[in-house]
């Protein structure tokens, strides 16, 4: 059984959405522990985009400014934060992404490195299924 399905196996799971680097990188690291100190079951955690169609005004605001900011906030990044989170709770956290970060990262490279990293999922709303 999967850690994704492990955290829903006796409940409805609570799942935060955080933008990775609103409003620094060190503090969505901070946040992500203090998620799941506060009972989270998964963090879903977004990787800013320039342009978040999926998302409401909210959200979309949240990416500006972490895309603002002097920080990195790239796939690598946010998977090195995964990996260092790893190392202190095993509980699951998955991205939300564009589809076009995954092919300018590319395909294959993503999820080599995803599963490297230790994430445990990536939601991808702009992905159409042909």
Request: with cysteine.
């Amino acid at each position: 059984m999967s850690v994704l399905s492990r955290a829903f196996e006796k409940h409805c799971a609570f799942i935060p959405y955080l933008t990775f680097g609103d409003p620094t990188v060190a503090f969505t690291s901070e946040l992500i522990l203090r998620c799941f100190d506060a009972g989270a079951d998964i963090v879903e955690l977004g990787i800013p985009f320039s342009d978040p169609i999926a998302d409401g005004p909210v959200i979309q605001e949240s990416h500006y400014r972490a895309l603002r900011n002097k920080d990195d906030v790239s796939l690598m990044a946010a998977l090195k934060v995964v990996s260092d989170t790893k190392k202190k709770v095993s509980k699951p956290i998955v991205f939300m992404a564009s589809s076009n970060l995954v092919l300018q990262y590319g395909i294959e490279r993503f999820f080599e490195d995803a599963a490297q990293h230790g994430l445990d999922g990536i939601v991808i709303p702009d992905l159409s299924v042909a």
